[in-house]
């Protein structure tokens, strides 16, 4: 599916919102983001002076004003920019769509925001989107536009994709998405590169590090996070694609916490921006995937492999 302005032969454009964990714990998930979707032809613009989204479970917890007035203050700006915002993680997709939704229908809130952003000079008036990169790629690119870009397939990599529980929950806020309990979108987006997404025991679990959970029983969330990492290495999935940077941080030092343990885990963490850019031909190092914890040789030979048969053929 084309979205309109391709249609017309005009780029799309996006502000893009990179959150916190991206850009200063793995950013070669914004590299990778930037990279595919310029080859998708979509321009992404710098959000200048943006915060923190900043993260419902702490602020809301305490003062839901505040979180509503600092998480439009990230929208308006992109409203100024006359765009829709696009964020690569699905915490920040909540925290900012939970707060645009509430203000577009809650005119009491609106107006206490409004009061607060006014002293800074600025208006919350409700015309931009907040868009998840997965959400996006979904609605207004299509998994038959990108297969139309691939040119390595990713035959015979075992995709194991984790939603996450902000990009599909909650359910009344995430329309057009089909079934929260078993969405498939993801996986038809996996796919698409060439690889296979391959359902398993607790996909839809969460990673273990949400709620504030990660910093005050780290124990307890790894626990959770080897659970799932076990069913992964008993299956022998060659990666886990996620699409939140937040629980790609989970995971990826999650293995090497438990690994401290006396556990073996060596299994790949890729968000999907990266998987796709793989599949467009760009190596794992343009796609910053050796920034990660978590190192599998095996897996970047087989990618290796699979991108020079594509140039050979």
């Known amino acids: 599916m084309s979205t309109e302005t391709e249609k017309q ?12 964990v991206a850009p200063n714990r793995y950013p070669g998930i914004e590299l990778a983001s930037r990279k ?20 419902p479970g702490v602020f809301k917890s305490f003062d839901k004003t505040t979180w509503l007035t600092m998480a439009s203050r990230n929208v308006v700006l ?16 909540g925290s900012l769509g939970e707060a645009n939704l509430t203000l577009m229908h809650d005119p009491d809130y609106k107006a206490k925001v409004n009061e607060k952003l006014g002293e800074v000079g600025l208006e919350y008036k409700g015309n931009a989107k907040v868009r998840h990169i997965i959400e996006f790629l979904e609605k207004d690119v299509g998994p038959d536009t990108i297969k ?4 390595v397939p990713l035959d015979g990599i075992k995709v194991a994709v984790h939603y996450g529980c902000h990009l599909i929950r909650p359910s009344k806020e995430k329309e057009g998405l089909g079934s929260a309990e078993n969405p498939r979108f993801f996986d038809v987006l996996v796919d698409a590169t060439g690889a296979k997404s391959v359902d398993y025991e607790e996909k839809m679990m969460c990673c273990g590090a949400g ?10 969330t790894l626990k959770m996070t080897e659970k799932k990492l076990a069913i992964l290495q008993k299956d022998e999935f060659d990666c886990i694609v ?19 343990e006396g ?21 794992p190092q343009e796609l ?3 920034m990660n914890m978590t190192t599998n040789s095996a897996f970047e030979e087989k990618v290796l492999a699979l991108q020079q048969k594509a140039k050979e053929a």
């Open 9 to 20: 032969g005009k780029p799309q454009s996006l502000s893009l919102f990179l959150g916190c």
């Open 288 to 290: 910053g995937i050796q």
């Open 148 to 151: 139309e870009k691939v040119t």
């Open 78 to 93: 992109s409203e100024q920019m006359g765009m829709d915002l696009l964020t690569i993680c699905n915490g920040c997709y």
């Open 211 to 220: 709620g504030g959970a990660r910093s005050a029983f780290l124990e307890t």
């Open 36 to 55: 595919v979707m310029k080859d998708l032809g979509v321009d992404l613009h710098e959000l200048e002076g943006a915060s923190c989204c900043p993260a």
């Open 263 to 283: 556990k073996d885990y060596h299994i790949p963490v890729l968000h999907y921006s990266q998987l796709l850019g793989l599949a467009f031909g760009y190596t």
């Open 242 to 260: 996620d699409a939140c940077p937040f629980c790609h941080l989970q995971f990826d030092s999650g293995q090497v916490q438990l690994n401290k």
